[in-house]
């Protein structure tokens, strides 16, 4: 099943009508119906305002927006020059040379699913929640999942609340403390499984410095949006 965008002022593939579809439908239980028209804040970054309800519980009243999930874009990082799509090539290369057709095949696939909507997820822009999933680890969902569990195991904050102000900071943790643990908040936010979950806190705990390591963050994307869309049409078959 795939929706159409509606072309609008906003680049972003997270953010545009037809992604809010998407929202609308496979978070109508923790925060109802979206429409576009009314109920989406057309700023710079469109938000709705919402409380998130999980088994029972009601967050604070949070700003939500969308945000990619996995990153193998082929543009060039502001700082850093490479791409992370470039950076996994040249990773790949060096340990297979003429031998990595097979493996360049599939890293561009995946940059391909960049932008579909097995990649995106609403998160809270309260707090900065995806400011952190941008600054750890390069916007590697897997890190990005393993801080969140080094908070639900260890209490660890400095990560997860480092883009949070004083005043937001209640509200911020009244969500993520929605959860008992990091495989909920995966069950809810991202509709995966909890074998892939823990896999992908092991894979955050790691570099990515190997070919090796490539292809096994692209085995666990190619897991992530096969559940997800596995869940976005089920959603639309009620």
Not at 67 to 95: A, H
Request: proline share 1%; glycine share 6%.
């Amino acid at each position: 099943m795939r929706l159409w965008l509606r072309h609008s002022d906003y680049e972003e593939y997270d953010i545009k009508f037809g992604s809010w579809q998407i929202y609308s439908h496979i978070y109508k239980d923790n925060i109802g119906e979206i429409l576009y028209d009314d109920d989406v804040i057309k700023k710079k970054r469109p938000y709705v305002t919402r409380k998130f309800n999980y088994n029972g519980k009601v967050s604070e009243l949070l700003d939500l927006s969308g945000e990619t999930d996995f990153n193998f874009s082929k543009k060039k990082i502001v700082g850093l020059g490479d791409s992370r799509y470039k950076q996994y090539e040249k990773l790949i290369k060096m340990k297979y040379h003429d031998d990595s057709s097979q493996y360049i095949g599939k890293l561009y696939k995946c940059s391909n699913k960049f932008h579909s909507q097995a990649n995106i997820s609403l998160m809270p822009k309260t707090g900065g929640l995806q400011l952190v999933k941008k600054g750890v680890g390069n916007d590697r969902l897997d890190v990005f999942i393993w801080s969140l569990n080094e908070y639900y195991e260890k209490g660890v904050t400095s990560q997860i609340f480092s883009n949070c102000s004083c005043e937001n900071r209640t509200f911020l943790k009244s969500f993520l403390d929605l959860f008992k643990d990091v495989y909920e908040y995966c069950e809810a936010v991202y509709h995966i499984d909890k074998e892939l979950s823990h896999d992908l806190c092991v894979s955050g705990s790691k570099m990515i410095d190997s070919a090796e390591r490539v292809i096994q963050y692209m085995m666990l994307a190619e897991r992530f949006w096969t559940q997800k869309e596995k869940y976005i049409n089920s959603t639309f078959e009620v």
